[in-house]
């Protein structure tokens, strides 16, 4: 337990469920492919009513987020797709199919290099195949490190990170 009470009572996470994906989008001002968001230093989640992976695969993404930044902070140097390959470490399905789906990336010539990978953003990204790529390369990475170098070093990565290692230091 890192904190006394951090979870609990008034500083539990909080979910809000917009009726329509039009609200959510307006709302919130996120892509038109976005199905719901965290917000780190509210600890809130947001997202619309839908049925089809909801607990699946959005919240524990979602709670992933979280949890995840509230172990290595906001000051070091932590990529968009560590942060989002985590997440969908989470999400079983993703699991399951990362592989033959990068494969097929990989093969279309549109996998990134690491160096371009970690420069990128697809928070803006209008695109929705250069962010399925994104996403796709992002958990790629993270069911490579732990399953090639194990959940030990793959969590002394991270904690190489939150103790403000650069990425090349932290790998």
């Not at 993703?94 to 690491?114: D, H, N, P, Q």
């Not at 790529?133 to 090639?148: G, W």
């Amino acid at each position: 337990q890192r904190y006394s009470n951090f979870w609990q009572w008034e500083n539990r996470v909080k979910i809000y469920i917009y009726p329509t994906r039009g609200e959510f989008i307006k709302d919130t001002g996120e892509q038109a492919w976005s199905y719901g968001v965290a917000r780190y230093h509210e600890k809130e989640i947001l997202s619309y009513e839908w049925n089809e992976g909801f607990m699946q695969a959005l919240l524990p993404h979602e709670i992933t987020h979280l949890i995840f930044r509230d172990y290595v902070g906001f000051t070091g140097e932590v990529p968009l797709w560590l942060d989002e390959g985590v997440a969908q470490w989470e999400e079983p399905e993703k699991r399951a199919i990362v592989r033959g789906v990068m494969k097929t990336v990989f093969e279309s010539g549109k996998a990134l290099g690491l160096k371009e990978l970690t420069q990128s953003d697809i928070r803006g990204e209008k695109d929705e195949e250069k962010v399925n790529n994104f996403y796709i390369q992002a958990v790629s990475l993270i069911d490579f490190m732990v399953k090639q170098f194990g959940s030990d070093d793959f969590i002394s990565f991270c904690r190489g990170l939150r103790d403000g290692k650069t990425l090349d230091e932290a790998l």
